[in-house]
């Protein structure tokens, strides 16, 4: 009467078994953990700034300006003698906080909006769509610099302009997973069962769709790092003088011949974070993949 | 077995597609009674799953109207629809899609106990326990995902799903056809044991013969959204009366070699849904068929064994298939071989 037990390690919280799961997944892939170290290490950089930071990021000092790489600034000094490595590690706090901000937002807009679209249907599908259809004729950066010139020059603003300009990828995203979803037979049985509808959306439908989301969340996030550094570059992101890598870059376009340490460290800041995170999504979504 | 729990009138439906309108059920009238398995034998295509969709509300009928208990099912409001759900569940063909891959088997069964308030806080758990021990899993794997089961295991936990709100009515939606043959035999005598010991009534779709003769009492063979005849399921088997029922049994496989049967077979493909021939809409495949088959369409006719043909009476008889095969010495000494518990080197 019985059919062949399938052996299962004998950890008792299934929880933890599938994160076990996952991580050994996850780590398959080389390029993954070193995705996943750098964006670690850079998120040290971004919460410990305080303690790493080895001079005052702000206080300019005119015996030290514009000073090549050396033992006491390793990364040299900007126009205002402040010591470059403290404000790539202090700019680390805009530049993250900017991509994981702006991505919680348009995750908290967009994925309630893709779930309600696909799942009900109908005007409420209608509308939202051709909301959504609208925000995506125009390109992601130019939306976002619209949005922030609109808002007002602030870190916080350009958060928020960044988030919204990303959120109708996340709405099409989630409401392609849930159409693909709803018809599964498991869906089928929630409702068979007398679930809700709302209990159908949430408990069984939401949690299945998840994965491709966050993969994309990551990805994204990426790209609204480079988006604040963007409209930091262009002085609607993060004001003078706390430091940003895009507002660093500003100020080193000027003296490219003269100081090129200055354009070098926060390029290759945003060139390595964006990298990592980009890393991280790919090995998240192999990890993800239902498929095997 | 006696008053009917479900009873189907006119039951109809169309999907709109950018081809055309597909008339996936057409007219089907049928009751279900207390304990009775119905099955609803047909190719794919035949409506046979739109009718267990139905059943269950799961879809909108374009007619037509499903009384289960006396309630109307297709006028009940939201709320009463859910009460009602109760007492009408569905296993699915696909033990992998049915099942929440992100549900553990015991939140799973847990779900329908807490939402029809059939078990709360500390009775949850034994709750579930019974529910897997009755359709033959181990408790202790409550908290497993459905991907650490096999096929069989799995179907299993969409039994006891279904069983968990004590339903009266189970659609089994191909139920067996995705399961191994020897698990499909596991799988039908549990059917048959939950039918006996609860009460149960099924309504089995399956393009299976094989099984449907095993499990039935009475089968409705559907023929594009029409059942063209419904009968006890002896009965049936032993004398076929629509062409097509006939061209149905006969296709069923002898596992003796050396058997003569003499085989209706039929030529061409079923005409597309959308399409559908006037008159009889079997006309275009059927052996028999003469003018009035092209103009008029059949109704069922007849008492206890209905049959949608114009023509059956005077259609010849056709020889039954071997009600049971002609068991040789070797074939008594393999099953034997089969129910012995020792094992092989045993032997």
Not at chain 1, 163 to 181: D, H
Not at chain 2, 16 to 45: I, K, M, Q, W
Not at chain 2, 99 to 110: E, F, H, K, S, Y
Not at chain 2, 300 to 309: P, R
Request: glycine share 8%; aromatic share 6%.
């Amino acid at each position: 009467m019985t059919d062949a037990i399938v052996p299962v390690r004998a950890e008792t919280d299934p929880r933890i078994r599938e994160l076990k799961r996952f991580l050994w997944r996850l780590g398959r892939r080389k390029t993954t953990i070193v995705g996943g170290v750098f964006v670690a290490l850079f998120l040290a950089l971004a919460i410990f700034a305080p303690l790493i930071s080895p001079y005052d990021p702000i206080a300019g000092n005119w015996a030290t300006v514009r000073k090549a790489p050396s033992a006491a600034h390793w990364l040299g000094t900007d126009e205002l003698g402040r010591d470059m490595l403290a404000r790539i590690i202090w700019g680390a706090r805009a530049s993250l906080s900017a991509g994981c901000v702006s991505v919680g937002l348009a995750l908290a807009l967009g994925v309630p909006m893709g779930l309600a679209a696909g799942y009900a249907g109908g005007w409420i599908e209608a509308t939202l769509m051709r909301l959504t259809d609208a925000m995506l004729a125009i390109p992601f950066l130019i939306l976002a610099i619209a949005l922030a010139t609109f808002l007002g020059p602030s870190l916080t603003n350009a958060m928020m302009a960044i988030g919204i300009s990303a959120t109708p990828v996340f709405v099409r995203l989630t409401r392609g997973q849930v159409i693909a979803a709803k018809v599964e037979d498991y869906v089928e049985a929630a409702r068979a069962l007398g679930n809700p509808p709302l209990r159908i959306a949430v408990r069984h439908i939401l949690p299945n769709v998840l994965p491709p989301i966050l993969v994309q969340a990551t990805l994204t996030i990426a790209a609204a790092i480079i988006a604040e550094a963007s409209l930091s570059f262009l002085g609607l992101g993060q004001q003078p003088p706390q430091p940003s890598w895009g507002s660093m870059l500003n100020v080193a376009k000027g003296f490219l011949n003269q100081a090129p340490w200055m354009a070098l460290s926060p390029g290759a800041a945003i060139f390595v974070v964006v990298l990592a995170f980009n890393m991280l999504g790919d090995g998240l979504r192999d990890a993800l993949d239902p498929r095997d | 077995m006696t008053a009917p729990i479900l009873k189907a009138t006119g039951l109809t439906k169309h999907f709109p597609t950018p081809g055309g309108l597909v008339r996936a059920v057409s007219d089907v009238d049928f009751t279900l009674n207390a304990g009775e398995t119905l099955a609803l034998v047909g190719e794919s295509g035949s409506g046979k799953s739109t009718i267990g969709r139905l059943i269950l509300r799961l879809i909108e009928p374009t007619s037509g109207q499903v009384e289960i208990d006396g309630k109307q099912l297709f006028t009940l409001k939201a709320k009463e629809l859910r009460a009602l759900r109760r007492d009408v569940q569905i296993i699915f063909q696909d033990p992998y899609g049915s099942l929440n891959p992100r549900m553990t088997v015991g939140a799973m069964l847990a779900e329908p106990l807490r939402l029809h308030g059939l078990a709360s806080g500390r009775a949850v758990e034994p709750a579930v326990a019974d529910l897997m021990r009755l359709v033959g899993l181990q408790p202790d794997q409550a908290n497993r995902y459905p991907h650490e089961f096999s096929g069989g295991q799995r179907q299993r936990i969409g039994i006891a799903r279904a069983l968990a709100v004590q339903p009266r009515i189970i659609v089994c939606d191909e139920a067996v056809s995705a399961l191994d043959v020897s698990i499909q035999a596991q799988i039908v005598n549990l059917l048959a044991d939950l039918r006996k010991a609860r009460g149960l009534a099924y309504l089995f779709i399956s393009h299976d013969l094989a099984i449907v003769r095993h499990i039935a009492d009475r089968v409705a063979v559907l023929y594009l959204g029409r059942i063209v005849e419904l009968a006890p399921a002896a009965e049936l088997f032993a004398s076929p009366r629509h062409p097509y029922t006939r061209a149905l049994l006969s296709a069923i496989p002898t596992p003796d070699p050396t058997a003569r049967r003499e085989r209706t077979l039929l030529s061409g493909e079923p005409p597309s849904p959308i399409n559908l021939p006037g008159g009889c809409s079997f006309h275009p495949r059927c052996p028999f068929a003469v003018e009035r088959c092209r103009t008029e369409t059949p109704v069922l006719t007849g008492a206890g064994h209905v049959t949608a043909c114009h023509l059956w009476p005077e259609l010849p008889p056709q020889p039954a298939p071997p009600a049971e095969l002609e068991t040789s010495d070797r074939l008594k000494r393999l099953q034997a071989r089969f129910q012995d518990e020792r094992p092989m080197a045993a032997l």
